[in-house]
């Protein structure tokens, strides 16, 4: 069950509209390693963790990734709001415009709509935590590339740069979780089993 | 053993912080189109006190279910991470 908060896990005020930025930037919602991604593969995962470390890691972080997607719809929001028509036309927006006025939807920087087939929930939790790292750092190099466009907008710098940070440290806690798998496996072996499917649940769950 | 001893089970107060929780789910919608109603501000009042008197206790005694109630816990380490989900089997983690 989950609650809201009203307000931005970091604060965002963009006063200049940028039509061809908010583009760009939208590939973090809906795009390819996107934040509808992230909390949607993270929250999905959760089922099939061996324990209670590696589920909380991916329920706390899923849940984070909820507090972004509104960032950057924010940003995006905050890029669309009082374009006039000639800038929308002129910055490569009007077919988005067309479909969409300047609503936020999810899709990528290059039109392709948001798609579940951008990540992967295998019920193996080896697998599943590896493709997390990996998305991690996926994230972490499109906010890079964001970064090298807006370096020298700080109102928009500023949020991206947090939203970068916090991929490093998912990555560092998504590392953390992988060892408590990889401790309970057997350690000649990691893929002997799968605890996601194959062996009941182990004592790092049992109530203190 | 770090929690108290309650006077009733996990089950029962989970049973009475659901019920009304969701009578301030359901206040929460209500209000959200009649921000001026008496009755339903009188209402929503007594379910949000009942709840988080609930929460608290529950936290103390069972440990926390939301991270604001972490520290709830009278426990030297952190109680959340441990805590079961709710689609879990009794005595699993699944």
Same mark, same amino acid.
């Given at each position: 069950m989950w609650n809201?908060e ?24 809906? &795009? ?14 959760? $089922? ?12 706390d ?6 507090? %972004? ?7 995006? %929001? ?21 479909? %969409? ?15 579940? @087939? ?36 700080? !109102? ?18 998504? &590392? ?16 002997? $089993?799968?605890? &996601?499917?194959?062996?009941?649940? !182990?004592?790092? @769950?049992?109530?203190? | 053993?770090m929690y108290h001893?309650s006077?009733?089970?996990r089950?029962?107060l989970l049973?009475q912080i659901?019920?009304v929780s ?13 921000? @001026? ?11 949000a006190e009942k709840r988080k008197n609930l929460m608290k206790k529950y936290a103390e005694c069972y440990g926390p279910l939301t991270i604001d109630d972490a520290l709830e816990t009278n426990a030297?380490t952190w109680k959340w991470m441990e805590q079961p ?7 699993? @983690?699944?």
């Amino acid at each position: 069950m989950w609650n809201y908060e009203k307000r931005l896990q970091y604060p965002i005020n963009i006063k200049t509209p940028n039509a061809k930025i908010a583009q760009y930037i939208m590939s973090q919602y809906g &795009g390819p390693d996107g934040e509808i991604s992230a909390s949607l593969r993270y929250l999905s995962q959760r $089922f099939a963790m061996p324990n209670r470390m590696a589920a909380a890691v991916l329920n706390d972080v899923g849940t984070e990734e909820l507090a %972004h997607l509104e960032m950057v719809s924010t940003i995006v %929001h905050q890029l669309t709001r009082d374009l006039s028509m000639e800038e929308i036309e002129k910055s490569g927006l009007g077919a988005y415009y067309i479909d %969409h006025t300047v609503g936020v939807w999810p899709q990528a920087a290059g039109g392709i709509p948001f798609n579940a @087939c951008e990540f992967q929930s295998k019920g193996d939790p080896l697998t599943d935590l590896f493709e997390d790292l990996a998305a991690e750092q996926k994230a972490r190099a499109t906010y890079d590339n964001i970064l090298r466009v807006v370096r020298n907008i700080p !109102e928009i710098a500023d949020p991206i740069r947090f939203l970068r940070a916090r991929e490093v440290v998912h990555f560092q806690r998504f &590392g953390e979780a992988l060892r408590s798998v990889q401790e309970q496996l057997d350690s000649k072996n990691f893929y002997a $089993f799968n605890p &996601g499917f194959d062996m009941p649940c !182990e004592a790092s @769950c049992k109530n203190s | 053993m770090m929690y108290h001893n309650s006077s009733c089970s996990r089950t029962q107060l989970l049973q009475q912080i659901n019920e009304v929780s969701f009578a301030v789910d359901d206040l929460l919608l209500y209000l959200d189109t009649h921000p @001026c109603c008496e009755k339903g501000m009188a209402l929503y009042k007594e379910y949000a006190e009942k709840r988080k008197n609930l929460m608290k206790k529950y936290a103390e005694c069972y440990g926390p279910l939301t991270i604001d109630d972490a520290l709830e816990t009278n426990a030297d380490t952190w109680k959340w991470m441990e805590q079961p989900f709710p689609w879990e089997r009794e005595g699993g @983690c699944r």
